[in-house]
C-alpha cells in the first residue's frame, strides 16, 4: 500500500469546528435567518439547506409577514435573506422596519433580474450582497456565511 493512499489516523481528520469555526455558534441555536420569499419551492430549498447548516431558521411568504414575524420573535434576527420583489410591501421598507428591532441585523438580497434591471429599482451589486436566481445551496450557504461575518453597517 502505497503513502498516498494511506487512511487518516483520528488525530489527523480535521474536526467539524475546524471544517467551520461558525458551526458551534450556529448548533447552539443562536443564528436565527429569516427568509422573506413568495416562491414556495426556494423558501423551502433555502430553509431545509440552512437547516442543515445549523442555522435557525424563520419563513416569511412577504414583507408584511416578515415584520409580523420578527416583532413576535424573542430574539433578534441575525440575518434576511429576502426577495427584491414581493407583494405587499417593499424590500426597502421591510428592512427599515427590521432595523428598527435589530440595527445589527444583515440582509441577502435574491433577484434573477440583471445588473441593469436591479439599479433601476434601487439596488447595488456593488453595495448591496446578492444571491443570483437560481442558486444552489452551496452558494447559498457561502453567501449567508459571508453576510455573517461581514460587520453591521
Aim: hydrophobic share 45%; proline share 5%.
Amino acid at each position: 500500500m502505497s503513502g498516498s493512499s494511506r487512511l487518516a489516523t483520528p488525530s489527523e481528520v480535521p474536526t467539524a469546528t475546524e471544517l467551520d469555526p461558525d458551526r458551534e455558534f450556529r448548533v447552539a441555536g443562536r443564528t436565527t435567518v429569516l427568509i422573506v420569499e413568495d416562491d414556495g419551492r426556494i423558501r423551502a430549498m433555502a430553509r431545509r439547506v440552512l437547516s442543515g447548516q445549523a442555522y435557525r431558521v424563520l419563513e416569511a411568504v412577504n414583507g408584511a409577514d416578515a415584520i409580523r414575524i420578527a416583532t413576535k420573535q424573542g430574539a433578534p434576527i441575525d440575518l434576511v435573506l429576502t426577495d427584491v420583489e414581493m407583494p405587499t410591501i417593499g424590500a426597502r421598507a421591510m428592512l427599515g422596519r427590521l432595523t428598527q428591532l435589530n440595527a445589527a441585523i444583515r440582509v441577502v438580497f435574491m433577484s434573477g433580474y440583471s445588473d441593469a434591471e436591479l439599479l433601476a429599482r434601487g439596488f447595488d451589486k456593488g453595495y448591496d450582497l446578492f444571491l443570483p436566481k437560481p442558486f444552489s445551496g452551496s452558494d447559498l450557504v457561502a453567501t449567508v456565511g459571508q453576510a455573517l461575518r461581514m460587520s453591521s453597517v
